[in-house]
């Protein structure tokens, strides 16, 4: 099911209006809404999960690219594109997820990333290979129980929630039979009557936000992605840093320093 039509808005186009919009809680959520009608969300990349060590995906890295991009990144439609050697830098720093990028020439993430696929792709899979070999972060999709109570679940959603709450678009690795884990970014956790929650969540296999709706109970055999899996809320320290990093570009700005 898809997520929601209404609420969604573009990114920003200029370093004020950036600096204006995005210390908005709700600024990074807006852009992953569902824009009205449409097929895709220009404010998304614009090419899914592939590739990858054995050809089994790199979407733990294309969620945190994905996250990085809606907090960190302004674009400047009317100035020049970037050479291929900015383009690159920009692109590292969003795997880094380390400044607020300017991009300039475009006028969203997806015109930017159709252009530079193959330069995005490639950072992608050299950090599954640093972080999931050399740093051994395939553990982190050891993440738990694949299978567990509806009391448990429900208190994973209800920490998945006070995360969304309070930070902003939750890191949540869904754990699979075995030490297979798939990641989705959840946008938003909506209180249902009864502890039951609808779940707006972002699946780097799906071009729009998503949809689940949780109902408590026994565990439900199709989890959020219709996998079986139990998700588990990770990276939460890396967002507090991609906002503080929004604040400083923002007060910055506002000092006329930016």
Same mark, same amino acid.
């Given at each position: 099911m898809t997520g929601r039509a209404s609420g969604w808005q573009p990114a920003a186009m200029s370093r004020e209006e950036y600096?204006? #919009?995005?210390?908005? =809680?709700?600024?990074?959520?807006?852009?992953?809404?569902? =824009? =009205?009608?449409?097929?895709?969300?220009?404010?998304?990349?614009?090419?899914?999960?592939?590739?990858?060590?054995?050809?089994?995906?790199?979407?733990?890295?294309?969620?945190?690219?994905?996250?990085?991009?809606?907090?960190?990144?302004y674009f400047e439609p009317s100035k020049p594109k970037p050479d291929a050697r900015t383009a690159r830098k920009a692109i590292r720093s969003l795997m880094n997820a380390d400044r607020v990028v300017e991009i300039p020439g475009y006028s969203c993430l997806r015109d930017f990333s159709a252009d530079?696929? %193959?330069?995005?792709? %490639? &950072?992608?899979? #050299?950090?599954?290979?640093?972080?999931?070999?050399?740093?051994?972060?395939? &553990?982190?999709?050891?993440?738990?129980?694949?299978?567990?109570?509806?009391?448990?679940?429900?208190?994973?959603?209800?920490?998945?929630?006070?995360?969304?709450? #309070?930070?902003?678009?939750?890191?949540? %690795?869904?754990?699979?039979?075995?030490?297979?884990?798939?990641?989705?970014?959840?946008?938003?956790?909506?209180?249902?009557?009864?502890?039951?929650?609808?779940?707006?969540?972002?699946?780097?296999n799906w071009p729009l936000e998503r949809v689940w709706e949780y109902t408590p109970g026994p565990y439900p055999e199709s989890a959020v992605t219709g996998m079986p899996g139990v998700p588990y809320l990770q990276r939460t320290g890396e967002l507090r840093r991609i906002r503080a990093k929004v604040a400083e570009f923002a007060d910055r700005a506002g000092r006329g320093n930016a």
């Open positions: 600096a204006a #919009r995005a210390v908005s =809680p709700g600024y990074a959520r807006a852009l992953a809404a569902n =824009p =009205p009608g449409a097929a895709s969300n220009p404010n998304l990349l614009a090419f899914g999960n592939s590739g990858g060590l054995l050809r089994n995906g790199v979407c733990w890295w294309h969620s945190r690219f994905t996250r990085a991009a809606l907090y960190l990144v530079y696929a %193959k330069e995005i792709q %490639k &950072i992608l899979e #050299r950090r599954q290979i640093s972080d999931g070999v050399l740093r051994f972060a395939w &553990i982190d999709g050891l993440s738990g129980s694949h299978r567990v109570s509806g009391r448990r679940l429900g208190a994973l959603l209800d920490g998945i929630h006070a995360e969304t709450s #309070r930070a902003g678009l939750a890191y949540v %690795k869904l754990q699979i039979h075995g030490i297979d884990a798939h990641s989705l970014l959840v946008t938003e956790m909506e209180p249902l009557g009864g502890g039951g929650y609808r779940c707006r969540y972002l699946d780097s």
